[in-house]
């Protein structure tokens, strides 16, 4: 049953979850808001291991979302009908996670849980310039509205990333239609990288992902999640793992080690993923990939810091070097928005 915004929400999380966050009360959500060929591959990943990082790296998240409280969402920041959200996301509970946590600065994604609606997360961006980089949605609605928003997101409200979800198309509809192509055009055109979200799996967007790579080669591509590739189980899972690989010959294509949770086959700390890990990073460069969390989803799971405790366990597993470590956890998304978190 839908749950009105001016409902309070009651989010079930466990007290393992309570207790790496010290102020466990901050969690009620009545809080008031405050391609390459192989030896290219390795002389990529020989390059970034030698090649000096960006001065002054810190841990950057290039991956979360924040959205209103239920008094904000009364108030002035609605949540999409039916998209109301089950666990806590307001910014200043973000906040908290990041400082308890060590991370510096972070990507927001814009939540379907407020659609297309950006004012929250403009509103976030705005307070908070300089912690904060902005990645809005793409409305790939046919009669091409979006584009116009598209321009109006980035060069009005300050975004600087967009994420494509193929399941908004409409019906019948590829990321590869006259909308998804402008858009991702105007992507390269404004310099703002494009987010893919393959959530029902790679195998199924590879061939737009590809297409789109090969007509517009000045568009920044961000796989989320690692495309969405578990540690291959069968031939399917293989198949889709070899695609994300294959992805490398793209210049512009980075990969997110995010939202560990969803793509492990194992429980915390999600120890399955150094295999993964290695073959991503040996065939992009440790300098095209980026750790992120997935907040607030990784809360319940294993709670925020414990997001990048699981990251280094696993860095650690690979093992890289410690340049190659300084590239996922803050060095990558650095180079890409080179003037943010100085």
Same mark, same amino acid.
């Given at each position: 049953m839908a749950v009105t915004a001016t409902k309070l929400l009651k989010p079930l999380i466990p007290a393992s979850v309570l207790s790496r966050c010290s102020n466990p009360a901050s969690l009620l959500f009545n809080h008031k808001p405050s391609f390459i060929s192989s030896a290219a591959a390795k002389m990529a990943t020989s390059e970034a291991d030698t090649k000096p990082t960006p001065s002054k790296v810190k841990i950057i998240d290039s991956h979360l979302h924040v959205w209103a409280s239920p008094e904000e969402a009364a108030d002035k920041f609605p949540y999409f009908p039916g998209q109301e959200p089950t666990l806590p996301g307001h910014v200043d509970f973000l906040l908290q996670c990041m400082e308890e946590a060590g991370v510096d600065g972070a990507l927001i994604v814009q939540p379907i849980n407020h659609k297309f609606d950006h004012?929250? %997360?403009?509103?976030?961006l705005k307070k908070y310039p300089s912690k904060f980089v902005g990645c809005c949605l793409a409305n790939p609605a046919e009669d091409g509205i979006g584009i116009k928003q598209l321009e109006q997101l980035i060069l009005k409200d300050g975004f600087r990333a967009v994420r494509f979800n193929p399941y908004l198309w409409p019906s019948g509809q590829q990321m590869t239609n006259e909308v998804g192509k402008a858009m991702f055009s105007k992507g390269g055109e404004l310099g703002v990288p494009v987010g893919f979200m393959c959530m029902k799996g790679l195998n199924l967007h590879i061939s737009e992902i590809e297409e789109l790579c090969t007509e517009f080669p000045s568009t920044t591509v961000l796989l989320d999640h690692l495309a969405f590739c578990k540690p291959p189980s069968n031939d399917e899972e293989s198949l889709a793992f070899s695609n994300l690989l294959k992805l490398s010959r793209f210049p512009q294509v980075y990969v997110? *080690?995010?939202?560990? *949770?969803? %793509?492990?086959r194992m429980p915390f700390p999600y120890q399955d993923l150094s295999s993964p890990l290695s073959q991503v990073v040996s065939s *992009?460069?440790?300098?095209? %990939?980026?750790w992120g969390s997935d907040f607030p989803y990784v809360v319940p799971e294993c709670g925020y810091k414990g997001g990048r405790e699981a990251a280094s366990l696993i860095t650690n597993e690979v093992p890289l070097s410690p340049?190659?470590?300084?590239w996922i956890m803050g060095g990558t998304i650095m180079q890409l928005f080179q003037d943010q978190w100085l």
């Open positions: 004012s929250l %997360v403009t509103s976030v997110k *080690f995010s939202a560990l *949770f969803r %793509v492990s *992009f460069g440790a300098n095209r %990939v980026m340049s190659e470590l300084e």
